[in-house]
């Protein structure tokens, strides 16, 4: 199959109805989503749930059951056409980072530009070690670099043939807790730099926040929401989404106004009407920074769990229907076991879901 046509950037990938499975059973079902040009994009969601395998289609390593796969109106996978995966311009990283042992890092970057001449191929390879932070190392082998060095110099090598899309499967998971954090936001502003489109493979939703731009929620095969870090967290489309970014519990509550319901912790009132008619029974989601801790309410709860985080204390609050929330307070404020503390609510808008 011809290769597709050199363009500098991805314009845009679309996956429609995408399913796809192994041995006749389905594991990702009826995925869609649109990356457009610099953006990157992130598959959330727990263990299991088939983030991998969509990913794997997408690089054209696994077919497709239903639907099909777009990348700039040039239609690269359906259920009857497979684009080979060295003709569709993408870029991988692993999170076993795999540099070949025997070949110096210059080396290791250069692998994929065999077509380009010399200088340009030594050019490349300059501004990359320069860009990755590893100028000076280009002698060096693979075993004689740390961790986090070894991801840049995977990444490097991804990016140096200048491919449309980078994937990148659990690229971070290998690395210390410190580590990540240093190098997350090194990565994002080095494929901003190439003006490099990507979509990132993760389970934590701290490396999804930091390092993506559009956030697809899987779980169980199904995407449940896409947009950006903000709206999943704050607006959560689905239980699923709502339960799995952050902490977060469900109120019972009554419906008592276009923008206002009755809880447990009194009546709670958005900015924006919730579109529930009034009387409804619904959950309201409520996040530990939306409950303060505050001496003055006339609504209180015992604490039967606490958590010292530094910055403050995260506390598990049981109120008198016998329901418990998360409840942040400063850590100034260390409350015993036990404890009754007076509690408020303070929410932008409600988030509902029919009871
Ligand atoms: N080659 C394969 N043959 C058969 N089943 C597979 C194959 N690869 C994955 N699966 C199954 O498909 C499902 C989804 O796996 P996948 O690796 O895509 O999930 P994931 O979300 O990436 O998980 P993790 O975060 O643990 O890597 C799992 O039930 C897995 O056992």
Redesign the pocket.
């Known amino acids: 199959m011809a290769s597709l046509p050199l363009h500098k950037t991805l314009k845009e990938m679309t996956l429609t109805n995408v399913s796809v ?3 006749g ?1 389905v ?2 079902k009826n995925a869609a989503f649109q990356l457009l040009e610099g953006q990157i994009g992130c ?1 959330l ?12 289609a997408i690089a054209g390593f696994e077919s497709l059951m239903t639907g099909e796969i777009m990348i700039d109106d040039q239609i690269i996978s359906n259920s009857s056409l497979s684009v080979n995966p060295e003709d569709r311009h993408i870029g991988m990283v692993f999170q076993d980072i795999a540099l070949f042992p025997h070949l110096t890092i210059a080396q290791n970057i250069a692998f994929g530009l065999s077509s380009w001449s010399k200088e340009s191929a030594q050019e490349r390879v300059a501004c990359l070690l320069e860009l990755v932070g590893l100028a000076g190392f280009q002698s060096r082998y693979p075993h004689s670099l740390s961790g986090g060095q070894q991801q840049r110099v995977a990444l490097a090598r991804a990016i140096a043939p200048k491919p449309k899309l980078l994937l990148m ?2 690229p971070f998971s290998g690395l210390d807790a410190k580590l990540r954090e240093e190098l997350v936001p090194d990565i994002r502003d080095i494929l901003q730099h190439e003006k490099m489109s990507a979509l990132l ?1 993760t ?1 934590d939703q701290m490396e999804a926040f930091a390092m993506a731009d559009q956030v697809s929620v ?1 779980d169980a ?1 199904v995407i449940h929401q896409t947009g950006s870090p903000y709206q999943i967290y704050h607006r959560p489309e689905t239980r699923f989404v709502a339960s799995f970014i952050g902490h977060g519990d469900f109120l019972s509550a009554t419906v008592c106004g276009p923008d206002c319901v009755h809880s447990d912790l009194g009546n709670i009132r958005g900015d924006l009407d919730h579109g529930f008619a009034d009387n409804a029974l619904v959950d309201l989601l409520v996040r530990p920074d939306d409950i303060l801790h505050d001496d003055d309410s006339a609504f209180v709860g015992v604490i039967v769990s606490k958590w010292f985080r530094g910055s403050h204390f995260l506390y598990r609050v049981k109120l008198s229907s016998g329901k418990v929330v998360y409840c942040f307070a400063s850590s100034h404020h260390n409350h015993a076991l036990g404890q009754k503390i007076g509690l408020s609510v303070h929410l932008d808008h409600l988030v509902l879901f029919p009871r």
Do not use: A, I, N, Q
């Open positions: 499975g192994y041995d059973g594991v990702v598959l969601g727990p263990s299991g749930c088939g983030k991998s395998t969509l990913l794997r499967d659990e493979v389970h899987m095969g």
